[in-house]
């Protein structure tokens, strides 16, 4: 039980904790616990809703409040626990505050007891470790959903992804990679506004405007890919989000434009699904 160390994954409007044990890459699921959450609440409300959650993982496991490793989304200064979330519509009262300090105080335990990484980092790392990306050593993990996410392993070392503002077609990467992308486009296009990509790819076979959609998705993507990692060639690129889950839909023109390029990447599935961010986080303390 001494390995078992609190993945946190932070998101806009759920926060998910549940222990990990490092030795293994297991999740001690009895320790699971999720909680909704108002991201527009002041500094102290929120702090205290992401301490509950924490303190309520450790409590079903009957252990005392240890290590944690948070996963969460930038922009961020994920080494001094600083944040710099602004114009994002969620967390905006954290703006210039010290999380870990804060933290560290809601839960009782020095600030150095919390470790903090990017959420699509976390994502990578997890994989990397027990999912889709064990045994490489350069690889990239993107994560396709309301925005466009993604990590690299390179030269050992773990870099922040910066996909999401690659410059493509007059805007960035983000504009056509996206769930607000097929949404919009759907809607612009039919007069249709649908709850969610989820609905979109319900229609794909039927629907022709959903399929030629999909497709042209598809294909921003591999041009992007391309255009972004060339240079870097990884030995695989792990995709996930809740897009990926319609992966017929897209990756066979993802693959298609690549293989126009004259380039070849091994695209494939993450496998571990919300727990990649869980486990990714906790190993930031398995040094």
Not at 119 to 124: P, Q, R, T
Not at 225 to 234: A, D, K, T
Not at 243 to 257: G, M, Q, R, V
Request: charged share 20%; with cysteine.
């Amino acid at each position: 039980m001494k390995n078992l160390i609190a993945g946190v994954d932070i998101g806009g409007t759920h926060v998910t904790v549940c222990l990990v044990d490092i030795e293994s890459g297991k999740l001690f699921k009895e320790s699971y616990a999720r909680i909704t959450i108002d991201p527009s609440m002041d500094k102290n409300a929120v702090i205290q809703t992401w301490a509950s959650v924490i303190k309520e993982s450790f409590a079903k496991a009957q252990l005392p409040i240890g290590k944690v490793g948070i996963a969460m989304p930038g922009p961020f200064d994920y080494e001094k626990g600083i944040s710099y979330i602004k114009g994002l519509h969620k967390y905006e009262s954290l703006y210039g505050e010290n999380v870990k300090e804060l933290l560290g105080i809601a839960l009782q335990m020095a600030p150095a007891q919390v470790r903090m990484i990017n959420d699509a980092s976390a994502y990578l790392l997890g994989e990397m470790n027990c999912g889709a990306g064990t045994g490489f050593s350069n690889l990239v993990g993107i994560t396709l959903g309301t925005g466009l996410g993604s990590a690299a392993f390179y030269n050992n070392q773990l870099e922040e992804g910066d996909l999401y503002c690659t410059d493509f077609d007059g805007g960035k990467a983000e504009d056509f990679i996206s769930a607000r992308w097929l949404l919009k486009s759907y809607e612009m296009q039919t007069g249709e506004k649908l709850k969610g990509v989820k609905e979109l790819a319900l229609r794909n076979e039927k629907d022709a405007v959903a399929k030629k959609l999909f497709q042209t998705f598809g294909q921003n993507l591999g041009k992007v890919l391309v255009q972004r990692y060339s240079i870097q060639s990884p030995e695989i690129i792990i995709v996930g989000g809740n897009i990926s889950k319609a992966w017929d839909a897209f990756i066979p023109e993802t693959n298609k434009t690549i293989e126009m390029s004259s380039k070849s990447f091994n695209l494939r599935p993450a496998i571990l699904g919300e727990e990649a961010a869980l486990i990714g986080a906790s190993y930031l303390h398995a040094s």
